[in-house]
């Protein structure tokens, strides 16, 4: 479970609880990533990773790619910083990228081992944030399929607040969409 949110306390936090606590993931061991904890360069583009098969800058990132790797399903919930993800989740997502090879005939392949079920929460403030940031979730759908998610369930809480994110209709819309996929 991946916070992309530098507050541990926040919207992004609470829902990932609420995911952690569905009867559907009950069989699943659920770890906590808050990447506001964690010291995560960006990706310094210097191609190591694709003649190494890792990334050349070692910090906190090092040992995620394992438990990416590893993970029967990934859950990301994080909040809206001017119209995109928070930088903290970017850098993660762009140094995912060590997991990428090039294939002869120029398409890609991905180490992230398991096929993967996912699941993305996106709190926001603004009140219609479910309909101005919805190419936003489609980015980070895109790159759940792009790394095995062969299911995943997503959606924006608009009007989020931790006090209120669980009363939300759209957080119990991704609930139910996060119990299906889990099932199937």
Same mark, same amino acid.
């Given at each position: 479970?991946?916070?992309? %949110? +530098?507050?541990? @306390?926040? $919207? ?7 995911? @952690?606590?569905?009867? $559907? ?21 210097? /191609?190591?990773? =694709? #003649? ?5 800058? #070692? ?8 438990? !990416? ?8 919930? !994080? ?10 989740? &970017? ?7 060590? /997991? ?6 120029? %398409?890609?392949? !991905?180490? *992230?081992?398991? &096929? =993967? ?8 403030? @603004? ?26 369930? @997503?959606?924006? !809480?608009? %009007?989020?607040? +931790? ?6 209709? *759209?957080?119990?819309?991704?609930? %139910?969409? /996060?119990? *299906?996929?889990?099932?199937?």
């Amino acid at each position: 479970m991946i916070n992309g %949110s +530098p507050q541990n @306390s926040g $919207s992004s936090s609470k829902m990932l609880d609420l995911i @952690s606590k569905r009867d $559907s993931v009950k069989g699943y061991e659920c770890e906590r990533i808050n990447l506001g904890e964690l010291n995560i360069s960006h990706c310094k583009g210097c /191609l190591v990773c =694709k #003649k190494t098969k890792e990334c050349a800058v #070692k910090d906190d990132m090092t040992p995620l790619y394992k438990k !990416v790797q590893d993970a029967d399903a990934v859950a990301i919930a !994080v909040p809206v910083y001017f119209g995109h993800e928070t930088g903290l989740l &970017k850098n993660f997502i762009d140094r995912l990228y060590a /997991l990428m090879d090039r294939n002869p005939d120029n %398409s890609w392949s !991905v180490r *992230f081992g398991n &096929k =993967k079920k996912g699941v993305i929460a996106i709190p926001c403030g @603004s009140p219609d944030g479910n309909m101005i940031y919805h190419g936003m979730m489609t980015n980070l759908v895109v790159v759940m399929r792009m790394f095995g998610a062969a299911d995943v369930a @997503s959606g924006i !809480v608009p %009007s989020a607040a +931790p006090g209120t994110v669980a009363d939300s209709q *759209f957080m119990k819309d991704i609930l %139910s969409a /996060l119990d *299906f996929h889990m099932s199937e």
